[in-house]
């Protein structure tokens, strides 16, 4: 398996626009997660999926910011507007019961 | 809810120094423990884990952690570092059918 697959590796966008962050998990694994890392706020767990239903939404920082998984291979991460506070890693992970976790490369949003 | 402490977030050290990373978990019970790193610019790594038996757990690159259930506690260690051991450590934990939690890493400097 190739791993967890993000794109794009990197996006720049001006404040305002949309976003939209893509993730292909590793096949099999029945569970997803969304976190964003930042130099002042660290790795930060914005959703989590579990059989492509949404679990836990509670760190997704605001009404701009939505997640979708329509099915078990594939989940995007939407921001709407964006904001130059948005600018961060956006890291996905996938994995099976047992917790192990595997992350994908990240992207990296730069919104000027 | 579960959570994880790491202390002591930034850690210097010299070339050959050993390295202990301390991390406690919230609660008792049935639990799933692991170790991350992520060197500079990439995503997180896998470095160890613990499910059950033999508490003392061998991992890539000389790393150990000991799991300790009087104490809540899976430390992480490395007797001799190297520089290419620059890189942020996280700890995590994982209860049950609940997410995988992570603690707020730990960022280790090696000097030559």
């Known amino acids: 398996d190739a791993g967890v697959i993000q794109s794009p590796r990197h996006e720049v966008t001006e404040m305002g626009q949309e976003v939209t962050l893509r993730c292909k998990p590793i096949?099999?694994?029945?569970?997803l997660f969304w976190y964003r890392q930042t130099m002042m706020r660290g790795l930060e767990l914005l959703i989590y999926?579990?059989?492509?239903?949404?679990?836990?939404d509670s760190g997704m920082p605001e009404d701009r910011f939505s997640a979708k998984m329509p099915n078990a291979s594939f989940s995007t991460l939407k921001i709407q507007p964006s904001e130059p506070r948005d600018s961060a890693v956006y890291f996905c992970a996938s994995s099976l019961g047992d917790g192990e976790a595997f992350f994908g490369q990240g992207t990296r949003l730069t919104v000027v | 809810a579960q959570s994880v402490s790491q202390h002591n977030h930034h850690v210097i050290l010299s070339e050959a120094a050993s390295l202990e990373l301390g991390c406690n978990y919230s609660y008792g019970g049935t639990v799933n423990l692991f170790w991350y790193v992520q060197y500079p610019g990439q995503h997180l790594q896998l470095l160890l884990k613990?499910?059950?038996?033999?508490?003392l757990v061998k991992g890539i690159k000389g790393f150990e952690a000991e799991f300790i259930k009087s104490k809540f506690s899976f430390n992480l260690r490395k007797p001799s570092v190297q520089w290419s051991d620059t890189a942020e450590y996280f700890c995590a934990s994982k209860r049950g059918n609940n997410r995988l939690a992570f603690g707020k890493g730990n960022q280790v400097v090696v000097i030559p």
């Open positions: 096949s099999g694994h029945n569970s």
């Open positions: 613990y499910f059950s038996g033999d508490p």
């Open positions: 999926f579990n059989n492509n239903v949404p679990i836990d």
